[in-house]
């Protein structure tokens, strides 16, 4: 916005002006209302080279050992954005009363509590995905911001046995716990923090991270999961599962 001068005194005799306060506004939102004048310009001014179509960018890696590249990207004059997204192949609409089956279809990505590695580290969805979760991009000095977007569903059956009644076998969302992580570089830059089983949900990641000039920028989402129960009462006839499908990362690159 151009520097605006004051023309009017505030105060006569300590009392507000209201012609004054009502020109002086007029002034400031005239630009916004389209009013320019040439000190709103640059000094070196607007030519065609200022208005360049982006150069789109294929094949972005979206392995870190660069096997897969379904990443797209646009370069600008001022900034370069990039993309990678994994859908469902398929959706059906199973309700099976058991509830032992899955709800959005084939997942991409199953752990269980049954199989301890789940609950061992923060895992690189990369090694499940080959697009949607990792991407690799060259950068200018600037900002890097972004958000990640992953699909999953998160349940389990509990059959508790301290009620002195029948058996009440049920969905449960409380004894569980995922948390998803967007990582630059290996250095944690956004997360959702533990997240309760709760069939499906969409979880969105924003961060933003100032960067350096690089040829090469990991961006990857991980995530980890906790299983704990509280409750000797408590069976499971069935192994708690958390399902991964649908998962998007995009990021902007924003230099001078």
């Known amino acids: ?36 004048a040439a000190e709103q310009l640059p000094f070196e001014g607007f ?3 200022k208005f360049v179509v ?50 959005l279809g084939p997942p991409v990505e199953t752990f269980t509590s049954d199989a301890p590695n789940w609950t061992a580290s923060i895992y690189p969805l990369s090694l499940a995905y080959n697009e949607g979760v990792f991407l690799r991009i ?5 900002m890097l911001k972004g958000c990640a977007t992953v699909d999953t569903e998160y349940y389990g059956f509990s059959k508790r046995t ?3 009644e029948e058996p009440i076998t049920g969905n449960f969302g409380t004894e569980g716990r995922v948390t998803l992580y ?3 570089n290996d250095v944690l830059v956004g997360t959702t923090g533990p997240q309760p089983a709760g069939k499906r949900q969409t979880y969105q990641i924003p961060f933003a ?7 090469a920028v990991d961006i990857d989402i991980r995530a980890s999961a906790t299983f704990d129960i509280g409750s000797n009462n408590v069976t499971f006839p069935d192994a708690a599962k958390v399902h991964f499908y649908s998962a998007q990362l995009w990021v902007r690159n924003q230099f001078r």
């Open 1 to 36: 916005m151009a520097k605006i001068y004051t023309h009017l005194e505030k105060l006569e005799k300590n009392i507000a002006n209201n012609d004054g306060f009502n020109e002086e506004a007029q002034q400031i939102f005239s630009e916004f209302n389209g009013q320019l």
């Open 47 to 49: 030519d065609k080279t």
């Open 54 to 103: 982006p150069t789109k960018v294929a094949d972005v890696p979206t392995l870190p050992n660069e096997s897969s590249t379904l990443g797209i990207g646009w370069v600008g004059i001022k900034d370069s954005y990039y993309i990678t997204s994994k859908k469902v192949e398929n959706f059906t609409w199973l309700r099976d009363p058991s509830l032992t089956t899955t709800i």
């Open 138 to 142: 060259p950068t200018k000095e600037g």
């Open 162 to 164: 301290d009620t002195g």
């Open 182 to 184: 967007v990582f630059v």
């Open 209 to 215: 991270i100032p960067v350096g000039a690089s040829e």
